[in-house]
């Protein structure tokens, strides 16, 4: 493999991605797997390829931190419904803006529903890409095709 390029350009704080996987190589090789608490010890040295990838005053990243947490409490609640009959926990919180701004399921508004429809739809079709790598999902593909139809 290679060309390798960033998902997100915005987080490469400047580090080429080639550089980047020649270093998680290393790192996997020397570890036997990649393990994120290996690669942040690694990354800890100012002048270490990765080091710009990571916040390193706490004062900072600590708040990012809390923030993942209020990230992961609003993803963690779910409320049980009755749809067709049937029991089903739903989330109680979605995304519905592009700067993750949520909403509690009462209060969602058309606009909210279409957005949460169009980023689903979005997610199936990477997961879709994803998928076409491994023939054993081909099943699961066709399904998945069938579900952005309906969604579209």
């Given at each position: ?76 609640i ?55 790598m491994?023939s ?17």
């Open positions: 493999m290679e060309g390798y390029t960033w998902k997100i350009k915005g987080l490469s704080k400047g580090v080429n991605p080639d550089e980047a996987v020649e270093e998680l190589k290393r790192l996997q090789d020397l570890h036997g797997t990649l393990n994120p608490d290996a690669i942040v010890r690694a990354a800890e040295k100012k002048s270490h390829i990765l080091h710009p990838l990571f916040e390193w005053d706490d004062t900072r990243a600590g708040h990012r931190w809390r923030v993942q947490q209020a990230r992961t409490l609003l993803n963690n779910q409320v049980t419904v009755i749809s067709d009959g049937e029991e089903r926990k739903i989330d109680v919180y979605e995304v519905t803006t592009r700067n993750e701004g949520y909403k509690s399921i009462e209060v969602l508004t058309v606009s909210d529903v279409d957005y949460i429809k169009n980023s689903t739809r979005q997610q199936l079709i990477a997961i879709q890409i994803k998928l076409k491994y054993q999902f081909e099943k699961v593909r066709v399904l998945i095709d069938q579900a952005i139809e309906e969604m579209a």
